[in-house]
Nanobody, 126 residues
Framework: QVQLVESGGGLVQPGGSLRLSCAAS????????ITWFRQAPGKENEGVSCISNGDGMLYHADSVKGRFTISQDNAENTVYLQMDGLKSDDTAVYYCAETRQNVEGTWYYDELYSIWGQGTQVIVSS
């Protein structure tokens, strides 16, 4: 069984940067994709960025393109989300999630992910 643990959240001023980490333990070799989601108060869960081993692609939501970068370190079993140019609208709890299904074209549907971390809070405020 895979476990995911997020870290790296915190309070940052608008325009600042944070790097979130998603450390995987357990049976980590067979996932199709790992995606970062976020949920702001009173809003739906939103798919932010996805790294897909299944098709070798990276995906980003339009709201974060050009500002957020997803990457992975296979040796460390860790997926990172580098967030630059942060805005107040980026304030949310950020979760990483894993799926073993083919999510090509549907990576942002949270119901396709079966394993989730506990989340890390990001607050963007002056």
């Amino acid at each position: 069984q895979v476990q995911l643990v997020e870290s790296g959240g915190g309070l940052v001023q608008p325009g600042g940067s944070l790097r979130l980490s998603c450390a995987a333990s357990g049976d980590t070799l067979d996932y199709y994709a790992i995606t970062w989601f976020r949920q702001a108060p009173g809003k739906e869960n939103e798919g932010v960025s996805c790294i897909s081993n299944g098709d070798g692609m990276l995906y980003h939501a339009d709201s974060v393109k050009g500002r957020f970068t997803i990457s992975q370190d296979n040796a460390e079993n860790t997926v990172y989300l580098q967030m630059d140019g942060l805005k107040s609208d980026d304030t949310a709890v950020y979760y990483c999630a894993e799926t073993r299904q083919n999510v090509e074209g549907t990576w942002y549907y949270d119901e396709l992910y079966s394993i989730w971390g506990q989340g890390t809070q990001v607050i963007v405020s002056s």
